[in-house]
């Protein structure tokens, strides 16, 4: 069975950084674009970052934000740096690309961002 | 702000017909495929169709997208309770190289 499973949220003060996890299985992980997409409380989803045969941030969190993966670990990164009380939202790992949409996702991990 | 627009809400009585449109511009929908996402509050979006008008496996057929120009639309045929749900549209961005969803449509089944 294809799944993505999360982890590494929680609650962290404005400015202060996370680094969050989706280990992938049941697949060719090294194969597979993968993007991270958010969705704050109350609100619509909010594609973050994608990596695939390059990288792609969304300017919310450019410059603050860093996707990466370990082939090896079958597992998928995003640093989150600077962070902001509007960058409080459930965080989703989804496997696939632009054109053929994310077809699997993660079951999310909530980043809370507050003093 | 989305780039991707779509009526905040659309109903129907079950057997009806519920189409919904996502309007966006030649940067997006213009010039990328167009995606289609139903989200049941409390899980993660669901793909409904990739590629304008294709459906994964498992997705019912009556579910339909269609794209012409800079707009796309959804349409679910034969309305059920479990339809009741949020769809959002959502393609590339040539202009500001990212993925954006559209605003979302809510859909009651009366």
């Known amino acids: 069975e294809v799944q993505l499973l999360e982890s590494g949220g929680g609650l962290v003060q404005p400015g202060g950084s996370l680094r969050l996890s989706c280990a992938g299985s049941?697949?060719?992980?090294?194969?597979?674009?993968m993007s991270w997409v958010r969705q704050a409380p109350g609100k619509g989803p909010e594609w973050v970052s994608g990596?695939?045969?390059?990288?792609h941030y969304a300017d919310s969190v450019k410059g603050r934000f860093t996707i990466s993966r370990d082939n090896s670990k079958n597992t998928l990164y995003l640093q989150m740096n600077s962070l902001r009380a509007e960058d409080t939202a459930i965080y989703y790992c989804?496997?696939?690309?632009?054109?053929?949409?994310?077809?699997?996702w993660g079951q999310g991990t909530l980043v809370t961002v507050s003093s | 702000q989305s780039v991707l627009t779509q009526p905040p809400s659309a109903s129907g009585t079950p057997g009806q017909r519920v189409s919904f449109s996502c309007s966006g511009s030649?940067?997006?929908?213009?010039?990328?495929?167009v995606c289609w996402y139903q989200q049941v509050p409390g899980t993660a979006p669901k793909l409904l169709i990739y590629?304008?008008?294709h459906r994964p496996s498992g997705v019912p057929d009556r579910f339909s997208g269609s794209r012409s120009g800079t707009s796309a639309s959804l349409a679910i045929s034969g309305l059920r309770s479990e339809d009741e749900a949020d769809y959002y549209c959502?393609?590339?961005?040539?202009?500001?190289?990212?993925?954006?969803f559209g605003t979302g449509t809510k859909v009651t089944v009366l």
């Open positions: 989804a496997k696939g690309d632009r054109n053929s949409g994310w077809l699997i």
């Open positions: 049941g697949f060719t992980f090294s194969t597979n674009g």
């Open positions: 990596i695939g045969r390059d990288t």
């Open positions: 030649s940067s997006n929908i213009g010039s990328n495929y």
């Open positions: 590629m304008n008008n």
């Open positions: 959502a393609a590339w961005d040539d202009s500001l190289s990212g993925y954006v």
